[in-house]
């Protein structure tokens, strides 16, 4: 029996599914999840030794490929100094610093530990600073797990959002609305319709939970000039955009300066690492300044600051961004080129260190799109993909990542999998 099996088998024994975050259980695609024995630069080890190269990476943090040497030094030198305090130290001020001079609309930042925990506070404290109730979100971003964000579409234009998961109330979720991602009319129509009412707007600045799917330009300068004008909060989750689609994020490619910016994935550096900022007189309403509370008994914790430290200095070096972006744009093209080589309908897209693939004639720009894609061709060509030592997301609706670690040559191998993976579905 292969070990990966074995484990899966074990774990379901006493770990709901066998896995600690569903995606992992290969639901969606079928078959034995890879338990990971160890991972280095653009490449990890499964149970059965068997070598992958990764466009996962930790579902976004990896953005250095694993284990970089520098970032597992700055961890160990920490980790003798003491593994938690629950006192300030010097590392957060420097992280803080750090964050607030990459990203101008950051004035403040408070960190925490993961990027459930910087939306849920980043939407408490629009409530609480606005004095308002209702959030606006989008179907098919994610923000996280926490009970109001937890929410599917209702049926019909201007509805309020239903529990997409056992346990939450509706009382919960009867404060969130949920739109169309991209629709500029039914933005401002909720806007004519509530919009004294609406304290903030939460959004993926680029989805990448439903698929990798970008936002329009008008619809991004409609969310800015709207939520300025009735007194709303812009909350941009960039969450998983963070220093991964550009050194100043989503939001500077946007040309847009929100009011509140959550952070994850990489400013953690692949650990336990969040963080929410924006505009001073904001943050300022948060507790211990003002009276919204949020606290945290490993928030700053000095392992994490370290990773994300190390992280945020190695990303600025000259050309990251650039050698990033041209490496996933190369994949995402070839990706393309095999597909029509093989009469496969496909399309894909990328921006920085971000990549899709949709099994589709057309690249989709809502949720209600990107679900139009072919299941059954995705669920094919990720196994056909596996077996030829290529780790892709285990979902049709989920972003792929790179790291720099991705090599040219990785890529163009990559290219030549995924031309006799598709020749196969
Ligand atoms: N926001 C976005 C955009 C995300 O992609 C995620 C996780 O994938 C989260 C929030 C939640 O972050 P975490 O899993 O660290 O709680």
């Avoid at 100094?81 to 408070?110: D, M, N």
């Avoid at 049926?155 to 979720?173: E, I, K, Q, R, Y």
């Avoid at 049709?396 to 290219?415: K, N, W």
Wanted: net charge negative; proline share 4%.
């Amino acid at each position: 029996m292969s070990r990966n099996l074995e484990l899966f088998e074990r774990g379901k024994q006493v770990i709901p599914g066998g896995v600690n975050s569903p995606v992992r259980a290969f639901g969606q695609v079928g078959g034995t999840p890879r338990f990971v024995k160890r991972a280095e630069g653009a490449y990890f080890w499964d149970a059965d030794d068997k070598q992958y190269l990764d466009y996962v990476g930790s579902w976004g943090p990896a953005i250095l490929g694993h284990a970089h040497p520098e970032v597992v030094k700055a961890v160990q030198d920490a980790a003798v100094g003491g593994l938690s305090f629950g006192a300030p130290t010097e590392g957060e001020v420097e992280i803080a610093e750090e964050i607030c001079k990459l990203l101008p609309s950051v004035e403040q930042v408070r960190l925490v530990s993961s990027g459930t925990e910087a939306t849920m506070t980043a939407i408490r404290l629009a409530r609480g600073f606005t004095g308002r109730d209702l959030i606006v979100k989008f179907e098919g971003c994610y923000h996280g797990h926490s009970d109001s964000l937890l929410v599917k579409a209702g049926s019909g234009l201007l509805t309020f959002g239903n529990p997409s998961s056992g346990g939450v109330p509706a009382d919960c979720t009867k404060h969130t609305l949920v739109l169309q991602y991209n629709d500029v009319q039914q933005l401002a129509d909720t806007f004519k319709e509530l919009g004294d009412k609406i304290a903030g707007v939460i959004l993926e600045p680029i989805a990448g939970n439903m698929n990798l799917i970008k936002p329009s330009a008008e619809f991004v300068q409609a969310l800015r000039a709207l939520t300025e004008q009735y007194g709303a909060v812009l909350i941009y989750d960039e969450v998983m955009t963070g220093f991964r689609v550009a050194l100043g994020c989503a939001q500077g490619l946007h040309g847009i300066t929100p009011d509140l910016t959550t952070l994850g994935k990489v400013v953690g550096g692949g650990m336990p690492l969040a963080a929410f900022g924006g505009r001073a007189d904001i943050m300022g309403k948060i507790a211990p300044l003002g009276n919204v509370y949020q606290a945290g008994t490993l928030s700053g914790n000095p392992l994490s600051v370290a990773a994300g430290l190390a992280t945020l200095r190695l990303i600025q070096q000259p050309g990251f961004h650039d050698t990033l972006g041209r490496r996933s744009a190369r994949l995402a093209a070839g990706l393309a080129d095999a597909a029509r080589e093989a009469g496969v309908t496909m399309t894909t897209d990328s921006v920085g260190g971000m990549f899709g693939f949709y099994f589709s004639d057309t690249v989709p720009a809502s949720y209600a799109e990107a679900t139009r894609c072919d299941i059954t061709r995705f669920k094919a060509f990720f196994h056909a993909m596996l077996d030829e030592g290529v780790y892709l997301a285990p979902s049709a609706y989920e972003a792929g990542f790179i790291s720099i670690a991705h090599t040219d040559e990785l890529v163009e191998q990559t290219i030549s999998a995924a031309r006799r993976a598709l020749s196969r579905v």
